[in-house]
């Protein structure tokens, strides 16, 4: 370990699968920190690389080494690619990860930090188990262990540090840092005229997609020109496409599917709100902060969402944004109507919305913090 904090800090930023279109918040991370070396280490083959970033993948050393390191947690082929690298500090994103890589950091003796972003402290251990993911399963039987003797612990939210220390967490190890977002890449843009709601999920239950479509039957009744488009996919995507034809929505309701960054940063200039009605999943899972309401509010956006998980971090009800009690389907609808009804409160809310990302949120000032986390680690 460096005698020094001052010690150039190598980096090895860990998820299995990487620069997932859902997960760009790793990558920009990534990018910001202000270390002599940041190398992106994954299981799994890297399949849209990312200019500017190295990366390096278990999945080089051959399927072996990959059922190895998942099966078994076998640390050796990820501390090949430390060794290689010459890395002296690990990062994992998500506790699944953190779980997987802590063994080859104390390996090497290197100091190890883990970022928990929400399903993995909020999903119940026997959905964990349930899941037939074999590193899920195996973060289910050792979770509460990994916490417990995790070196430095960052929280996207103080939903997310509460749970954590409820399941082991030594309370002085953990530190909140939310997931940032390029306040200079995305622009504010003036609100739109049409009135167009716009949510960006995966289709799972957890994000209450269902929940929105039956409020926007009723936002319809009172703004016929209302549209609701959706960007995501997921396992609930037939149901919701269903749901949407029961209840007459279809000349109403876009699904876009997934679609790239840039994509969904230009569909909320289009958008007069952002809508996240989160839900708390019947396998515990929740909402660690929600990227995308920051990227709404960089946007100049207001956000209607729930009082949920960690949302409440992201929108300061009447501020930045408007919330509602779960699953309330009615009172989402007249939060949707109010907002569509009055271009002014949009406007007022994201104006307010842009200024709190601008200080509380942006990339440069978030990576600053999670350097400071380094340093401490490696002191």
Not at 272 to 284: E, F, V
Request: net charge positive; hydrophobic share 45%; charged share 20%.
């Amino acid at each position: 370990m460096p005698d020094n904090i001052y010690s150039p800090i190598r980096v090895s930023v860990f998820r299995h699968s990487v620069f997932k279109p859902s997960e760009q918040f790793i990558p920009m991370q990534a990018q910001a920190l202000k270390v002599s070396k940041v190398l992106i280490t994954s299981r799994d083959p890297i399949v849209a690389p990312i200019p500017n970033l190295n990366t390096a993948t278990i999945s080089d050393q051959g399927k072996l080494a990959v059922v190895r390191h998942t099966l078994f947690g076998d640390h050796r082929p990820l501390r090949r690619i430390l060794q290689e690298y010459d890395i002296n500090i690990v990062h994992a994103h998500f506790g699944v990860e953190g779980m997987y890589s802590q063994g080859a950091a104390r390996s090497l003796g290197i100091p190890h930090v883990t970022t928990l972003h929400g399903f993995d402290v909020t999903t119940s251990r026997s959905a964990l188990f349930s899941s037939k993911r074999p590193a899920w399963v195996y973060y289910s039987i050792f979770r509460g262990k990994f916490l417990r003797s995790a070196d430095l612990l960052i929280c996207v939210s103080r939903h997310i540090q509460r749970l954590a220390i409820e399941l082991g967490a030594n309370p002085e190890n953990t530190t909140v840092i939310g997931t940032g977002v390029d306040t200079r890449k995305i622009q504010v843009s003036e609100i739109p005229d049409a009135p167009v709601i716009l949510h960006v999920a995966r289709l799972v239950e957890k994000k209450g997609t269902a929940d929105l479509v039956s409020a926007f039957a009723l936002v319809l009744k009172k703004i016929p020109e209302a549209r609701l488009r959706i960007i995501g996919s997921g396992p609930l995507e037939e149901k919701l496409k269903a749901q949407v034809a029961q209840l007459a929505l279809t000349d109403s309701v876009d699904f876009l599917g997934v679609q790239p960054h840039d994509r969904v940063l230009a569909e909320l200039q289009g958008a007069r709100l952002l809508c996240l009605p989160s839900i708390t999943a019947a396998s515990g899972d929740q909402e660690g902060l929600g990227q995308v309401i920051l990227e709404a509010g960089a946007t100049g956006r207001p956000v209607i969402a729930t009082e949920h998980g960690g949302i409440l971090d992201a929108v300061v009800n009447g501020e930045t944004g408007l919330l509602v009690r779960e699953r309330d389907v009615a009172g989402l609808a007249e939060l949707l109507i109010a907002v569509l009804d009055d271009k002014e409160l949009a406007a007022r809310l994201g104006l307010s919305a842009r200024g709190r990302v601008e200080r509380e949120f942006d990339v440069q000032s978030q990576a600053q913090k999670v350097d400071a986390v380094y340093r401490r680690a490696m002191s």
